[in-house]
């Protein structure tokens, strides 16, 4: 046993099952986020409760969503009647019911032992509507421009209206989201000749001009917009709900129908990439309880690269420079020291820091010297999706330059003086040999400073990130990229979903399925980076010979 431990043979065998549990836990944390997010889109049936409670009798409608044993003795001491019921636990099963404007709960809770019948009915439809949540009934009729045609043609009126619906939105924000930008442009450009006094009667007959005309085009495409919204007001639908009553849907907010308890499997799987492609690429509703996440993954995504094309250069900069050119004193030694602590200080305190100086005092003194028309209202000078990634950038800076310098470190100095020796200048020498030898060391870094950015949140929280951005950082008016406005991050809408949002229940499953996306995008941009990496790697093999 003694030359057993000698040998190291256990701290193998240790290192081996630690790697093997950590392995196995992230595997099995992954595929929990997987089923409990993605099994939100598979179309559930949609079921039809006969409950009796006390005296009171009534039909429930609705989708279940969890289920739990309850211990019997509880509920008895909790008052409730549980009849002839002897067992030691009753299931309780929860379900959501929508019709939100008509009952009082969008989920509640049923006993087993209150259910007296449960049944999948044929026909039965689940209505995904624009605000109120989801609807659950039975197509009593459907009405086009007041005359009652077949109900088979209801999906084809309901893509109508989605079609009339994205044409009014773009309509909305491109022509005349353009027109309202431009008006306030000359606003401020009208403002900006008169505080330099270089206002003249020339200069305010061309703004008239111009806004003269910028009114008639409006008025051109808000007649449009009257128009179309005009023909979105023309069907009806009229459903059954679970009270037995008849209630009027407007076409117009129905976003999509389908009858899960008549689809077969196919049907259901094709329905569930539906689904999941509408939650990628639709904006949120309902207090971002309903909708896709498309902003928050493009908000995601953008800064994340604007931050990679900041802190790149910048740390390998910093790693050339104290590796290459400075020298090996105290100074050096105190400023790695400090480099390596940077990467153990709270993100909140960058946060902090970000939000002083680069949008208070940065932000302010940009606003001050170049859009001084604007002020008060700020243009840098308030937290944006530029500060945020300069934010970002400078929390993972001391991980792209310790890993330069690292790689950089492991170049054999014969390279360097053969070079040298060659007639090369140390200029070339470090462009042409060091950097390219490097460089899988420096995608390295961006690896790592990537993945933490893309999860971090409480920095965010102050320097740019929102709930709801009514308009993404890129968009059709000059200059087309906007760094000054805000965002919506993934992280972020994880946090507001999961712990702010107004129903819980409903939340629930979209924090599992906006944590698998978000942990999907960071993949995305890893592997992106590490096939750069070995890309790199083998381009510049034949150096190391």
Request: charged letters at 25%; aromatic letters at 10%; proline letters at 4%.
């Amino acid at each position: 046993m003694k030359d057993w431990f000698k040998s190291g043979s256990p701290w193998i065998w240790m290192t081996a099952g630690a790697v093997s549990i950590s392995l196995i836990s992230v595997i099995g944390l992954l595929v929990m986020i997987a089923a409990r997010g993605l099994g939100f889109f598979w179309p559930a049936d949609v079921y039809e409760f006969d409950v009796q409670q006390a005296d009171n009798k009534q039909t429930i409608i609705g989708e279940i969503y969890d289920r739990e044993q309850v211990p019997a003795k509880r509920l008895k001491n909790m008052g409730i009647d549980l009849g002839d019921f002897q067992g030691e636990t009753v299931e309780r099963i929860l379900i959501k019911t929508g019709n939100r404007e008509f009952v009082e709960l969008d989920f509640r809770w049923l006993l087993q032992t209150d259910i007296k019948k449960t049944d999948t009915p044929s026909g039965l439809g689940v209505f995904e509507r624009s605000r109120n949540g989801n609807f659950y009934g039975y197509v009593d009729k459907v009405i086009l421009d007041g005359q009652q045609v077949d109900s088979a043609r209801l999906e084809e009126l309901i893509e109508r209206a989605v079609d009339i619906s994205e044409q009014a939105v773009d309509l909305q924000n491109g022509e005349i989201g353009s027109i309202n930008y431009r008006l306030e442009k000359m606003r401020l450009e009208e403002r900006a000749l008169e505080l330099k006094d270089k206002l003249t009667d020339e200069r305010i007959a061309e703004f008239e001009q111009e806004r003269k005309q910028l009114k008639e085009s409006y008025q051109e495409f808000e007649k449009e917009l009257f128009q179309l919204r005009k023909a979105l007001d023309r069907d009806e639908v009229v459903v059954k709900d679970m009270r037995g009553e008849l209630v009027t849907l407007r076409i117009a907010e129905v976003l999509d129908v389908h009858f899960p308890n008549d689809m077969s499997a196919l049907q259901k799987l094709g329905r569930f990439f539906v689904q999941l492609g509408r939650f990628v690429t639709d904006d949120p509703r309902e207090a971002n309880t309903e909708g896709g996440v498309f902003p928050a993954i493009f908000g995601t995504v953008f800064m994340v690269m604007l931050m990679a094309v900041i802190v790149t250069p910048f740390g390998v900069v910093a790693a050339i420079y104290l590796h290459e050119y400075a020298a090996k004193n105290t100074v050096t030694k105190v400023i790695r020291i400090a480099v390596i602590n940077l990467a153990g200080v709270p993100s909140i305190v960058y946060g902090v820091f970000g939000l002083g100086f680069f949008v208070y005092m940065l932000g302010g003194s940009i606003d001050e010297l170049f859009y001084p028309e604007a002020l008060p209202n700020p243009t840098f000078g308030t937290p944006g999706v530029i500060w945020s990634a300069l934010t970002l950038a400078i929390l993972t800076l001391p991980v792209v330059i310790v890993s330069t310098e690292e790689g950089m470190s492991r170049i054999p100095s014969s390279l360097r003086q053969g070079s040298l020796a060659l007639g090369a200048t140390k200029a070339e020498t470090l462009w042409r040999i060091i950097i390219p030898m490097a460089s899988p060391a420096i995608m390295t870094g961006l690896i790592l400073a990537v993945a933490r950015a893309a999860g971090e949140v409480a920095p965010l929280m102050l320097v740019g990130v929102v709930k709801m951005a009514p308009t993404l950082p890129i968009d059709g008016n000059f200059p087309f990229v906007h760094v000054d406005r805000k965002f919506m991050h993934l992280g972020f809408h994880i946090y507001d979903v999961g712990f702010q949002s107004p129903n819980v229940e409903a939340a629930r499953p979209l924090v599992y399925a906006t944590a698998f996306l978000l942990v999907t995008v960071i993949v995305a941009l890893n592997i992106t980076a590490i096939g750069i990496r070995n890309h790199l790697r083998e381009k510049y093999k034949s150096l190391e010979h």
